[in-house]
């Protein structure tokens, strides 16, 4: 390519490529230390959405339950003394007492003084309010100390999904042809595989004994939807223009799809995420219900068994609240995951944000709304 | 004689090309049999090619029943056990017993036997079968027509009281597990207030028949495991119908539709409800496998003896035959399924099948 003459024709100095653009590239980083680039970086991508999401009720309710479950997993458990059998009288029942333990002495609930150094302060002490199961096992603590690892499962069911679901749909979409063929050959086999038997069958004859193991493993069942309306929504990216450019510019498809395809997908992928955790939930209680994992972590699902098998929760109505508190547990933390990502997709989703505005719709995808 | 060779020709070209025309329908009908092929390659290779495998775990079972009895424990009597039990001989190579393994299930239906049962694999599991096709498909059919009815009602009064109730509402509905909704119905329907059974699929002091009192008894035994399939077919399908209806209730043709002075009704039918049907119907598909797989746990619940009930049976029991293949049941069955509403698919959307024509990079 030859050097243009166009700087010279006025009078001026003639600047090399190198002098034009490199100086524009200099001047661009010397302002941004690293440090703010790392802000500016957190503001559009962290602090911007997130005080959208804030104004809505649903992403509100949804990150509070959800950092509640994250306190009990793991602040919880150092404070809370840890469940043993014989700690409380069998079958004690929940709020002993009524409300009248409230102002009254004894009961589930007492004012008592402790003292800070030499302070004595007021405060609340509890008496097993949520009763206790059949073996005099405390059910609150039980509660507590199972949220960790059940935590660690959705983390890690989260993770590896969304991850496997965000290569597969990513290449597929994006590299188009007999690549996107046979990956969404395989990706519809595993979605029409009935998940839940499949599990069993593994966990049956290998049973995971960590809990992000049981994760992973229900993990199977997770990624195919996602991958499929992941590699429907890179379908419409492929054809952006930025896009034709970089792949004009003769740039690596891993360079494309990590640079200028996979940040467009973030907010999807994250929504997805916490669907995903929210299956995992679901399912890993379900799997320890029946029994079929191994009893080495607790879980709400093996307090649902005891309840169930045990204290015969279901026909002795006495025994009902056994069974009650996890399963509340269980509604509760999904009814978080499920808040907050629609208000996520409500933050990230055009075509729902601008409903109310511009009512005019085209595609054929839904909203992800599971 | 060539006039006859001709007009042969002729025919089998015409068959050949009607059948083409039903290229949509073959590759999905090859798609599902791709599936089931691999299937049964998992299983086989759960069975046989992992460390600690079933195959292992159930010769040395095999051996210690025979030493109990008194009996040498000979290999090869022992392979002829483990044979009769699975499908395939441990003596032979690997590859031979892949490919026997899968014949004898693709072509003579041969599951191997329970070990617990003693009975064949297959007529075990095809006893059962019935029952769960009959809670799954009319808790799957309930769930998405109470998923197109409110989600069609709230798109109509987008923005009023109802609309935001009901969201709240379903999304709630939404944050419940199956089995959650399965314990509540059975502890205060079946237990506490007595209206409905707590177990099983009919009454057994009823004969058996084609008489209206053993038909209602199946319907009010299945009435309890129905509800909670119902929570698994509902979903969040109702908010998605919501969506879908919404958008193209602002739609151009519909304003046009309008314009014309279209009747309304035909309006809701033709112009809204089908077009907003149409994404609900690709996610029931994905729902069929997911209402199949809640009936191992649903039918725990209820103890109802269909195929989800035996494979709990099979785990607890450690029979593997049988848990392999109550596995390949449920994929029969849901790809049954998802063929069936496939080829419907076909009918309800026209440009079904005439994707996936893309630029490749």
């Known amino acids: 390519m030859s050097p243009t003459d166009e700087s010279s024709t006025d009078g001026g100095v003639q600047l090399s490529d190198d002098q034009l653009f490199g100086q524009l590239a200099d001047s661009d980083s010397v302002e941004l230390s690293g440090r703010e680039r790392l802000a500016r970086i957190l503001d559009a991508y962290v602090l911007a959405p997130g005080r959208v999401a804030w104004n809505d009720w649903r992403t509100r309710l949804g990150i509070l339950i959800i950092a509640l479950f994250v306190l009990a997993g793991t602040v919880g458990p150092r404070v809370i003394e840890a469940p043993a059998t014989n700690q409380a009288p069998t079958n004690h029942p929940p709020f002993e007492g009524g409300f009248g333990a409230i102002t009254e002495d004894g009961g589930w609930i007492d004012l008592v003084q402790i003292s800070v150094g030499s302070v004595s302060l007021p405060w609340l002490s509890f008496e097993f309010p949520l009763g206790a199961d059949n073996y005099g096992s405390p059910i609150g603590r039980q509660l507590v100390h199972a949220t960790p690892d059940m935590l660690e499962m959705v983390v890690a069911g989260a993770i590896v999904s969304v991850g496997f679901a965000t290569i597969i749909g990513v290449t597929a979409g994006y590299k188009g042809g007999r690549t996107d063929s046979f990956l969404m050959y395989i990706t519809d086999i595993v979605m029409t595989m009935p998940g839940l038997p499949l599990v069993i069958v593994i966990a049956a004859i ?49 360079t494309i799809l990590s640079r200028d395809v996979i940040p467009q997908l973030m907010p999807y992928v994250l929504i997805n995420a916490a669907q995903a955790g929210r299956k995992v939930i679901f399912e890993s209680v379900a799997l320890y219900f029946l029994g079929v994992l191994p009893f080495t972590t607790a879980n709400w699902g093996i307090m649902m068994d005891t309840a169930y098998s045990e204290a015969f929760a279901l026909v002795d109505l006495g025994n009902f609240y056994q069974l009650l508190w996890p399963m509340s547990a269980i509604v509760i933390i999904s009814f978080g995951f499920i808040l907050f990502s629609q208000g996520m997709d409500r933050v990230f989703n055009p075509r729902i944000r601008a409903r109310h505005t511009k009512k005019v719709g085209g595609g054929d995808e839904q909203p992800p709304t599971e | 004689m060539s006039e006859y060779v001709g007009r042969a020709r002729e025919g089998v070209a015409a068959t050949l090309g009607f059948l083409a025309g039903f290229d949509y329908y073959w590759r999905k009908i090859g798609h599902a049999f791709v599936t089931l092929i691999s299937v049964t390659t998992i299983t086989f290779a759960l069975f046989r090619l992992m460390p600690g495998n079933p195959a292992q775990a159930m010769r040395a079972q095999f051996e210690s029943q025979l030493e109990g009895s008194g009996q040498a424990a000979d290999p090869e009597v022992l392979d002829q056990m483990v044979q009769v039990h699975t499908g395939f001989d441990p003596s032979q190579p690997i590859y031979m017993q892949y490919f026997e393994y899968v014949r004898d299930i693709v072509l003579y239906q041969d599951f191997g036997q329970s070990i617990q049962y003693g009975d064949p694999v297959f007529d075990i599991l095809f006893r059962a079968m019935p029952w769960s096709v009959f809670i799954s498909v009319y808790g799957l059919a309930l769930g998405y027509s109470t998923n197109i009815l409110l989600g069609a009602a709230m798109a109509y009064k987008e923005g009023s009281r109802f609309d935001g109730t009901m969201t709240v509402v379903a999304t709630f509905l939404n944050s419940i597990p199956y089995y959650v909704g399965a314990l509540l119905f059975l502890a205060f329907f079946a237990h506490d207030l007595g209206w409905f059974p707590s177990g099983g699929r009919y009454d057994t002091s009823i004969e058996a028949g084609l008489n209206p009192a053993f038909m209602a008894s199946i319907v009010h035994h299945g009435a309890l495991p129905i509800m909670s399939s119902f929570i698994v077919g509902f979903g969040g399908g109702a908010l998605a119908m919501r969506g879908n209806s919404v958008r193209i209730l602002g739609a151009d043709y519909l304003r046009v539709a309008r314009l014309r002075g279209i009747g309304s009704v035909r309006i809701a039918t033709r112009y809204v409800a089908r077009n907003a049907i149409l994404p609900l119907y690709t996610q029931m598909m994905i729902g069929i496998a997911a209402v199949f797989s809640s009936s191992v746990v649903l039918e725990y619940i209820f103890t109802y003896p269909g195929v989800g009930w035996y494979t709990f ?45 893309n630029e490749s990079y």
């Open chain 1, 206 to 254: 290998y049973p995971p004994r960590q809990a992000w193991l049981v994760g992973v493993i229900l993990a199977i069942d997770a990624w195919p939807g996602l991958a499929r309306a992941l590699r429907s929504q890179v379908l419409t990216l492929r054809e952006e223009s930025y896009v034709e450019a970089s792949r004009t510019m003769g740039l690596p498809s891993r």
């Open chain 2, 313 to 357: 049976d099979a785990i607890n029991m450690r029979d593997y035959p049988l848990l392999m293949g109550s596995f390949l049941f449920f994929t029969i069955v849901t790809l049954i399924g998802i063929l069936l509403a496939e080829f419907t698919y076909g009918i309800v959307d026209p440009r079904a099948g005439s994707g996936g024509e």
